[in-house]
């Protein structure tokens, strides 16, 4: 029997509960299920079947061109006329476009065949040994293009016409615009020629014939749909990231009951604290933390390292990452959208859907394009038709056809977004997060970076290495006191003194009144006396004195690059507490390729100035701050900016918040505080400074890339359009055909949408 609720296996002899409804004996897998089913047991009996429009209709969809434009439910842009896309990726969303696809395809199949006909009605006195004059008269012939080509014109390409019109009606010329007057003229004219031919002169007379151009108008039609065709394709490949991302889930976990018996549930169904059992092979359900067993995990899917990472007791655990060795149970704290998986999609979407500044340039000269494009198309016909050879009026038309045609801006249009998509989706599926397109463009032109040193520049996992004290003072007593006030603080170096007290076996007291002040220290009242750790100058503000020999130990330890906190009680010096944090293995590598890329490395830490120097020296950086204040880091960003120089800022820290948002590019690590992802452009899952250089390497290529389409995009209509106009025919006696035209404009969209689509082969 299945739960009516999650549609789980449930025994008669293995089940939460049962209830009964007109009639019929339910069994629950969980307590959740059975309480869900009695509040609204129609909901779960008689469910309302959901289409997939209807569930289209309520997701809110938006233009990747103009990500200002949202509606409810799909349709097309008023400003540029593009298919709209949904804003947040689900399970129906690669279903919706290949629906949109399967559309199109058809479209393009049904007009291609009607139209070949059409050409070879039009085309056989062209073509040796081929006529059908003998056997169809020219009018007859005329006829059969009109019934051939309405419905290519009408019904394939109405969608063209549909934006068409609205780009006029809301004063937003866009490409549709340009089809629509192409096409519709090249038909418009065809049906008037075929139903009433007297009405045309001698200069629109082909040996005693009206030109007709449904052949153009068709195959205009045709190739512009096998363009929207093949760049529908294209462009779901662009968000095939955030696909692959929400693919990666779980479906299902084994969540432990309190008999300690266990149930597979639902993902949905799980809710934080639930202990959750995770066996080899199996992906963890979602974010938490071990509380029994170890296992090495295969975080590649977040970070894009290939290596296991060994799991323990009180270690973190990511949903969608991979156990392989062993089995063990874990509590989950973060579900739904507040797992890493579900921000990180949300954080790609955003991503993919922002402008780079550059667009603005590019939407000020499309905002332009078209209009002039209309106004040389009219230009064209005028003087074609006053100066051309005969039939004028025939030139003239297939002219303006063809500027109309070749002109729309569609590739100039597509060159950012493309790029920026494709580049985002890269990043995401390389532990490399990037918040908008602004930042790539703003990363491209980093000069200095800023880097802070706990948690970037070293593990983050810092570990007591010594502790001195004075005369008359236990080393336990200063422990437990220094560790009790430390639980309180999130910094690493906090966690290492607490870790330490834990392995020794000591009791916590009891604190009150904690007080943290960033960048100095912590303080709280243990047994009414008032306890301080941090900084030398932290204590020496309270007149706390530092005795000479402990002040010499505290300079050799720093020399070794160990960080130094003191601790006192009231007035009175406890000791020094000796830390140690390892470099990184990948930080001097990365700092090295930073250099190469001409980067200039600055260290900016809170920590000693001896410490920082021996790290500093180790790593090879340019130049260090060291004993800054949060509002320090921020003035040393400020400062490097007021120079002309573009700075970016890296760090995972509370203190690391404020640098962070004013540097040009806030680099957080993923392993680091919601505030400093919260305050970076770019934010790394993995905390690794290789990532950093990655990141600006794929912020490079990415701006290469979109200058290389709006290269070809511009080139593409700055000689497509005096091409069109007739300007070699005088020389060259080179005129465009309008099918051309058509061909030209449809492959040019593909063509920058490939060359963006590149970018997935780029190594990170």
Not at 153 to 170: D, E, Q
Request: charged content about 20%; some cysteine.
């Amino acid at each position: 029997m299945r739960d009516p609720v999650c549609g789980m296996t449930v025994s008669t002899e293995k089940n939460a509960g049962s209830h009964s409804h007109e009639g019929t004996e339910y069994l629950f897998c969980s307590s959740k299920c059975l309480e869900k089913f009695v509040a609204d047991p129609d909901a779960y009996l008689h469910p309302q079947p959901k289409t997939n429009d209807s569930a289209a209709a309520t997701r809110e969809y938006t233009c990747p061109m103009h990500p200002e434009i949202v509606q409810q439910g799909p349709g097309s842009c008023p400003k540029c006329g593009m298919d709209l896309e949904p804003m947040t990726a689900s399970a129906d969303t690669d279903e919706e476009e290949e629906v949109a696809i399967r559309s199109l395809k058809r479209k393009t199949l049904v007009a291609g065949l009607l139209t070949l006909p059409i050409m070879f009605l039009a085309f056989n006195s062209m073509i040796p040994g081929l006529s059908f004059n003998e056997i169809i008269a020219p009018k007859t012939q005329g006829w059969l293009e009109l019934i051939l080509a309405t419905p290519v014109i009408l019904w394939a390409g109405a969608m063209f016409f549909t934006r068409g019109w609205r780009s006029i009606v809301n004063r937003s010329l866009n490409m549709f615009t340009l089809i629509m007057l192409g096409v519709g003229a090249a038909y418009a004219y065809s049906i008037v020629a075929v139903l009433f031919p007297e009405l045309f002169p001698t200069s629109f007379r082909i040996h005693g014939e009206v030109a007709l151009y449904f052949e153009a108008a068709a195959v205009i039609t045709t190739l512009v749909l096998l363009g929207q065709w093949l760049e529908a394709r294209a462009r779901r490949q662009t968000g095939q990231a955030i696909q692959s991302l929400l693919n990666l889930a779980a479906k299902t976990a084994h969540r432990i009951k309190d008999d300690g018996a266990e149930e597979e549930v639902a993902i949905d169904a799980i809710v934080k604290g639930d202990h959750l059992r995770v066996r080899p092979g199996e992906k963890i359900p979602l974010d938490g933390v071990i509380i029994e067993g170890k296992s090495t995990i295969d975080e590649s899917m977040l970070t894009g390292e290939p290596i296991p990472v060994k799991k323990g007791k009180d270690d973190k655990v990511i949903g969608a990452t991979v156990n392989q060795t062993g089995s063990f149970v874990m509590r989950a704290q973060a579900v739904g959208e507040e797992t890493m998986l579900a921000r990180i999609v949300k954080m790609v979407a955003e991503a993919q859907r922002s402008r780079a500044p550059i667009q603005n340039l590019v939407d000020r000269v499309a905002g332009y394009f078209v209009p002039a494009v209309v106004l040389i198309a009219l230009f064209a016909f005028g003087v074609w038709a006053s100066f051309g050879p005969a039939p004028a009026m025939a030139y003239a038309i297939v002219v303006a056809v063809s500027v109309l045609i070749i002109a729309c801006p569609c590739a100039l249009g597509l060159a950012t977004p493309m790029s920026i998509m494709v580049g985002v989706g890269k990043g995401a599926q390389n532990g490399i997060l990037i918040k908008n397109a602004e930042a790539f463009e703003r990363a491209e032109k980093v000069t200095h970076l800023i880097t802070d040193k706990t948690g970037t520049l070293t593990e983050g996992k810092p570990s007591v290495v010594d502790i001195r004290v004075p005369d008359g003072v236990n080393t336990d007593d200063l422990l437990r006191l220094a560790a009790a006030v430390e639980s309180q603080s999130e910094h690493p170096l906090a966690r290492a003194v607490v870790d330490q007290a834990t392995q020794v076996g000591l009791k916590l007291p009891v604190i009150t009144d904690f007080k943290s002040t960033t960048g100095g220290g912590v303080q709280a009242r243990v047994d009414g006396k008032m306890i301080r750790i941090g900084k030398r100058t932290f204590l020496e503000v309270d007149d706390i004195t530092i005795p000479g020999n402990l002040s010499e130990e505290a300079e050799r330890l720093q020399g070794e690059a160990k960080t130094v906190i003191w601790t006192a009680r009231d007035d009175q010096l406890l000791g020094l507490i000796a830390i140690a944090d390892p470099i990184k293995k990948t930080s001097k590598e990365a700092i090295a390729a930073l250099h190469e890329m001409g980067i200039t490395v600055v260290m900016c830490t809170g920590d000693n100035l001896r410490t920082a120097n021996a790290v500093a020296t180790e790593l090879g950086i340019d130049e260090v701050h060291a004993e800054v204040s949060p509002e320090d880091k921020q003035r040393i960003v400020n400062e490097l900016k007021a120079k002309g120089y573009r700075v970016a800022m890296a760090g995972d820290g509370i203190n690391d918040a404020p640098a962070l948002a004013a540097a040009d590019v806030g680099i957080a690590m993923g392993t680091g505080t919601d505030v400093a992802i919260e305050s970076a452009g770019l934010t790394l899952v993995k905390g690794d400074l290789r990532g950093i250089v990655g990141g600006l390497r794929l912020s490079q290529a990415v701006m290469r890339n979109i200058r290389q389409n709006l290269f070809f995009a511009f080139i593409y209509n700055a000689t497509g359009v005096p091409i069109a106009a007739g300007v070699l025919y005088p020389f060259f006696g080179i005129l465009l055909s309008p099918m051309i035209a058509g061909a030209a404009m449809a492959f040019s969209s593909v063509s920058v949408i490939t060359n963006a689509l590149r970018l997935r082969k780029f190594t990170i």
